[in-house]
C-alpha cells in the first residue's frame, strides 16, 4: 500500500512538472564544442580511415579527427564541380532518450551547422529535406518522429557531403582562400516547446527606449495576451507591457517605451533582457521565452558616416576566422571568450566574420564585452544561387537578427554576391541594418579591399562613406602594423572615413594528424594573422595596440627639464576618461652588460580629469628625479583594464663605455697585420683593408670581422631616381629583391699610435663610401669606434657593418626598444626597457617562436651578445640609429622580400616591410626609400668578455 501512494505521489508530481513546463528546454545530443565532444559512430568514405564504422567526436571537423581529406579551398577555385576536389561523405549514427515530460510538445532538431549537404533520418524517416550550405543552423520539425520516455531509443542516422551538389554551394563556400572541412562541425540539439508558443521573436531596441518586436506564434491564440518584461542588468524590473491577440492573428507585433535606458555600444556594451510570456484567454501561461538585447540605434548618414545612438563611431577591427589549429572551425565557448579578449586587447572595437556566421556564443560575447560586428553571408568570388541563397539568408538572419553587436549583414565577399539576395535580409530583421558588398560600393559604403596609401585619399574624395572591409593584408611580417601609423592617421582625420578591418586576425595553420602533427598554412595562403595559429603574438599585435589605443599620451619624447605636464588625447566615441587612470614609474636602467634589471626610482598613479570623448586635455606626473633614466607611463580603463604601455628615455644622458684603469695597451705589427693588445684583450687589424679580423680574449678568438664596411641597397625594381623602373623589362620580378652598391673605395692606409694612454688605430679611404675608422682601445681592453662615410642617392637601407658566424650566436641582452624588432613603417608598438631573448630563426607564419632574434632594434643604448666564443658587448652612441643582428627571414617563397646580409650592423636607414599586395612604396609616407645625400658619422663603444 505504502509503494503504490509512493507511486501515484510520483506520477502527480511528474504530472506537475509537466504542467510547469511553459520554457523552452534543450537537449544537446553531442558535446557544446570542442572542449566537451560526444561520440558518435561515424564512417567516412574516402581519404583516411575510411571504409569502416569507427567513433569521432561530435562536434568536430573529420578531417582533425583523422578522417577524410585536408583540402584548401583555392587549388579548385572557380570550378563548380571539378575532377580532383575531395569529395568524401560521412555517415553518422547515434541513439539518445528524450524525456517523457516532451510528449505532446513542439519537438526540433538542430545542426548549428553541418559541411555540407546534410540528409538526416530519425527512426527511419526523413527529417526534412536536404540542406545545402555548410555554416548555416538546420532545423527539423520531428514533433511526429521520435519517441518518449527512458525505455525508448531514438536512432540518429546523418550524412554529410563535403562538397555540395549544389553549384552555387561550391563555388560561394567551398572554392574559397580558408581550409575546406566536413563534419558536424557545430553542436546538435533538440529544442521543446509547448504546443502553442512563441516561434520567434525579432527585436529593435532604439537608443531613445522605443522597444518593438515582432512575435511570430506556432498557430493563434485566441483572445490571448503577451506579456513583456524588460529587466536590466541587476535583475532589476525596468518596464511591463501587455498586448491582446486578436482573433485568428498568428503574428503580433510589441511596442512600447521604456524610460532612459543605458544604451549599448562596444565602448558601454549595456544588456537587457525580455521576458516574454504567452497567455490563452483564461489567462493559462502557455509559453515563457527570453530575450537578450541592447538599446541601440543604427543610422548611416550618407556621405557622412555611421553613427550609433547619434554619435559618429570609428571602426578600428579585424576579419577573424572560427579557427583552431587542433580543432579547425570547431570551437568552443572558452576559444571564442580567447578570440573576442584577444581582439578587444588590441584596442580594436569591431570584427567582421570572414567568411560566414560565428557561433552563437562569438555574437553573445561580442554582445557583452564589447564589439562591433559584421556578419556575413558565404561567398568567396563565387556566389549563391538565389533560391538557396534566399534558405540561407533566412537562416542566418532569424538566428542572429536580435544580437545588438551585429551592426551590419554583408551580402558574399568580392564579388560573392547575388544582388537578387540583397532584399532578403530586411524581411527577417526589423532593425533594417546597413547590408554591404564587402570589396564594393554599396549600401552607402565604399569598401573596396587594400587600396594603396594614395589611393584611399582618394577613395576619401569620393561621396560614399570609405570603411575599406580589407586592408593591410598581413602576410608572414608585413602588413597589419607596418603603414598603420601612416593610415590610420589619414582615416580617422577625414571627415568621410570610418575606419576599416585588417586582415587577418590569426594564421589559419591546421594540425596535420596524417603529417606528424605539422601546422600547415598551405604554403602562404593562410600565414596572414597577427599572431600565429596558436595566437602567439607577432610584433604587429603591439603596433596596433599602440596606434588603436584610445586613450594616447602625445608628449613624443622626455628631457630632463620635463614639467610634469602629459598631453592627453581622448580617442573614444562615447566614454570621456572620468574613472580612467594613469600609472607612472620612472626607472634607472643597468650599466652596460650588466645582468642587473631596471631599478624603480619614483612610481605612482593619477586619475585623468573628465576629459570628453573625442577631446584633448592635460594631466601632470612628478618631475624627473635626477637618478631616473626611463619614464614609464601605462593608461587603465574605467574597468581597470591596461590598454599600452609607453616607455621612453629621458634625453639629455650620455652613453658612453666605462672605462677601468689597468696598464697602456700595446701594439705592433706582425706581418699583414696590426695587433693591439690591452687587458688580456688582442684586437686584429689587417694592413690590406684597414678592417678589424677579430678579437683575442685571453686565448679565445671571438670573431667579429670584416668591419666596419659600408653596406648600401635599393629596391631592385627601382631605377636610380627611386621609382618603378620601367626600362627594366624584369623589373616586376625584382620588387621583392634589394640590391647592394658596391664600394669602390680603396684603402689610402691604416696605421697605430699611442695617444695618452690609449693606441689608436685609423684606417682612411679614398673615392668610396667609406671614409674612415678610428678605433681608440682603451687599457681595460674596451674600444670605441668611430666611423665616417658618404652616399648620395635613392636608398632603403644604409649603414656599418661586421660579419660573425651566427651559428656561434647564443643569446643577446639589451637596453632600449623591444622586445620586438622594427621596420621603418613600424616602428610604434615596442617599447624601452631591459630586454633579453635566446637565439631563434623562425619563418613568420611559417613557425612560430616569437619575438624573432634577428633583424633592426630601436633606440639600443647597449646590446651584450652573447656567443660561443665569448661576449660581444655594443654601447650605440650614434643617436637615432638602429642595431640590425642579422637581416630578418622572410616566407620561403620571397613573397616580400630578400634582404642583403647585415651581419651585425649600426644602421641609419633600415628598410620598411610590404605587405602581401602592395609594395613599401604604395603604403605611406613612412614607407618610403630615402633621399640621402653627404656624410654620415657614428659611434659605438665595443667590450670584449
Known amino acids: 500500500m505504502k509503494k503504490s501512494i509512493v507511486t501515484i505521489c510520483s506520477m502527480f508530481a511528474g504530472m506537475a512538472m509537466m504542467a510547469q513546463s511553459v520554457t523552452t528546454e534543450r537537449l544537446y545530443l553531442s558535446g557544446k564544442g570542442c572542449d566537451d565532444m560526444v561520440e558518435w559512430d561515424f564512417m567516412c568514405t574516402d581519404g583516411n580511415n575510411s571504409g569502416e564504422w569507427k567513433k569521432i567526436g561530435v562536434p568536430s571537423c573529420w578531417e582533425l579527427q583523422g578522417f577524410g581529406t585536408y583540402q584548401y579551398g583555392m587549388k579548385f577555385y572557380g570550378k563548380a564541380f571539378p575532377e580532383g576536389a575531395a569529395d568524401e561523405v560521412g555517415k553518422y549514427k547515434y541513439e539518445f532518450e528524450l524525456p517523457e515530460s516532451w510528449r505532446g510538445k513542439q519537438i526540433e532538431l538542430i545542426f548549428e551547422a553541418s559541411m555540407t549537404d546534410t540528409e538526416v533520418l530519425i527512426n527511419g524517416r526523413k527529417g526534412g529535406s536536404k540542406h545545402h550550405g555548410g555554416f548555416y543552423r538546420i532545423t527539423h520539425d520531428v514533433s511526429d518522429r521520435v519517441f518518449f520516455g527512458p525505455k525508448k531509443k531514438n536512432r540518429l542516422e546523418v550524412t554529410v557531403s563535403k562538397e555540395s551538389e549544389n553549384a552555387g554551394v561550391n563555388l560561394a563556400e567551398r572554392r574559397a582562400d580558408y581550409w575546406n572541412f566536413g563534419g558536424l562541425w557545430r553542436p546538435v540539439f533538440m529544442i521543446a516547446r509547448p504546443a502553442l508558443n512563441l516561434k520567434h521573436i525579432a527585436l529593435d531596441a532604439k537608443a531613445d527606449g522605443t522597444f518593438y518586436a515582432e512575435c511570430t506564434l506556432s498557430m493563434p491564440v485566441e483572445n490571448g495576451k503577451i506579456t513583456t518584461e524588460i529587466f536590466d542588468k541587476n535583475g532589476k524590473k525596468v518596464a511591463e507591457n501587455v498586448t491582446p491577440l486578436r482573433p485568428g492573428q498568428g503574428d503580433s507585433n510589441v511596442e512600447f517605451k521604456v524610460d532612459s535606458p543605458a544604451t549599448w555600444s562596444a565602448e558601454t556594451p549595456n544588456m537587457y533582457k525580455a521576458v516574454f510570456t504567452l497567455a490563452d484567454a483564461s489567462g493559462k501561461v502557455l509559453h515563457k521565452e527570453t530575450e537578450k538585447f541592447g538599446f541601440r540605434t543604427i543610422e548611416v548618414r550618407e556621405s557622412d558616416g555611421l553613427y550609433i545612438n547619434g554619435s559618429k563611431i570609428n571602426i578600428r577591427g579585424v576579419n577573424r576566422h572560427s579557427f583552431r589549429p587542433e ?118 559604403f565604399e569598401t573596396m579591399h587594400y587600396r594603396s596609401y594614395g589611393e584611399s585619399q582618394n577613395y576619401m574624395r569620393l561621396p560614399e562613406i570609405f570603411m575599406p572591409t580589407e586592408f593591410l593584408h598581413g602576410l608572414y611580417d608585413g602588413g597589419h602594423g607596418a603603414g598603420l601609423y601612416d593610415y590610420w592617421e589619414m582615416m580617422r582625420k577625414h571627415p568621410r572615413c570610418a575606419g576599416g578591418f585588417l586582415w587577418v586576425l590569426a594564421d589559419e595553420g591546421v594540425k596535420r594528424v596524417d603529417m606528424d602533427g605539422f601546422i600547415d598554412n598551405c604554403g602562404n595562403y593562410g600565414a596572414d594573422g597577427i599572431v600565429g595559429p596558436h595566437h602567439e603574438k607577432e610584433g604587429s599585435y603591439w603596433t596596433i595596440r599602440e596606434v588603436w589605443g584610445p586613450i594616447q599620451i602625445m608628449n613624443s619624447s622626455f628631457d630632463s627639464n620635463f614639467d610634469g605636464v602629459l598631453n592627453v588625447e581622448n580617442r573614444y566615441d562615447f566614454n570621456s576618461l572620468k574613472g580612467s587612470a594613469l600609472k607612472w614609474r620612472q626607472l634607472a636602467m643597468p650599466s652596460p652588460g650588466s645582468k642587473s634589471e631596471s631599478e624603480v626610482v619614483a612610481q605612482g598613479t593619477v586619475n585623468f580629469p573628465d576629459i570628453a570623448a573625442r577631446q584633448s586635455g592635460t594631466v601632470s606626473i612628478p618631475v624627473f628625479k635626477p637618478s631616473a633614466d626611463v619614464i614609464e607611463l601605462t593608461v587603465i580603463d574605467r574597468d581597470g583594464k591596461e590598454l599600452f604601455t609607453w616607455s621612453h628615455r629621458i634625453l639629455g644622458k650620455e652613453r658612453t663605455v666605462a672605462k677601468v684603469s689597468g696598464a697602456a695597451p700595446v701594439w705592433k705589427e706582425d706581418g699583414d697585420m696590426i695587433l693591439v693588445t690591452a687587458n688580456g684583450r688582442t684586437y686584429r687589424f689587417s694592413k690590406a683593408d684597414g678592417q678589424l679580423k677579430g678579437v683575442d680574449v685571453n686565448g679565445r678568438h671571438i670573431g667579429l670581422t670584416d668591419g666596419p664596411r659600408v653596406i648600401v641597397a635599393k629596391r631592385s625594381d627601382r631605377s636610380m631616381d627611386g621609382f618603378y623602373n620601367h626600362d627594366d623589362k624584369e623589373a616586376e620580378k625584382k620588387k621583392t629583391r634589394y640590391t647592394e652598391f658596391d664600394d669602390a673605395g680603396t684603402l689610402v692606409g691604416v696605421r697605430a699610435e699611442t695617444v695618452g694612454e690609449n693606441v689608436v688605430v685609423t684606417a682612411d679611404y679614398k673615392l668610396g663610401n667609406f671614409d674612415k675608422a678610428v678605433w681608440t682601445i682603451a687599457p681595460d681592453g674596451s674600444s670605441v669606434l668611430d666611423f665616417t662615410y658618404n652616399f648620395n642617392g635613392v636608398i632603403d637601407l644604409m649603414g656599418v657593418k661586421f660579419d660573425f658566424p651566427e651559428d656561434k650566436v647564443i643569446s643577446k641582452r639589451w637596453v632600449g626598444d623591444g622586445p620586438y624588432r622594427v621596420w621603418q613603417n613600424r616602428l610604434h608598438g615596442p617599447q624601452y626597457g631591459v630586454w633579453e631573448n635566446d637565439y631563434n630563426d623562425p619563418i613568420p607564419a611559417e613557425s612560430f617562436t616569437y619575438p624573432e632574434f634577428k633583424g633592426y632594434f630601436a633606440n639600443v643604448d647597449w646590446m651584450d651578445i652573447r656567443t660561443k666564443d665569448g661576449n660581444i658587448v655594443i654601447i650605440n652612441e650614434t643617436p637615432d640609429s638602429y642595431v640590425g643582428v642579422y637581416e630578418p627571414r622572410d616566407g620561403r617563397d620571397h613573397i616580400l622580400y630578400n634582404l642583403p646580409k647585415t651581419g651585425i650592423a649600426v644602421m641609419e636607414v633600415i628598410p620598411p616591410v610590404r605587405n602581401k599586395v602592395n609594395t613599401t612604396d604604395l603604403i605611406g609616407p613612412s614607407s618610403q626609400p630615402k633621399w640621402v645625400d653627404g656624410e654620415y658619422k657614428g659611434r659605438i663603444g665595443l667590450r670584449f668578455e
Open 327 to 444: 580543432s579547425g572551425r570547431t570551437l568552443s565557448w572558452q576559444k571564442n571568450l580567447e578570440d573576442v579578449e584577444l581582439i578587444k586587447s588590441m584596442n580594436m572595437n569591431a570584427v567582421r566574420l570572414s567568411h560566414y556566421p560565428a557561433d552563437p556564443e562569438f555574437y553573445e560575447l561580442c554582445d557583452s564585452l564589447g564589439l562591433y560586428v559584421m556578419s556575413e553571408l558565404t561567398g568567396w568570388h563565387g556566389k549563391h544561387e538565389t533560391i538557396n541563397g534566399q534558405k540561407l539568408v533566412k537562416e542566418m538572419v532569424m538566428r542572429d537578427v536580435n544580437h545588438p553587436s551585429i551592426i551590419w549583414w554583408s551580402n558574399g565577399n568580392e564579388k560573392g554576391w547575388n544582388d537578387e539576395l540583397n532584399g532578403e535580409f530586411h524581411k527577417y530583421d526589423p532593425q533594417k541594418r546597413p547590408v554591404l558588398h564587402p570589396q564594393g560600393n554599396f549600401g552607402g
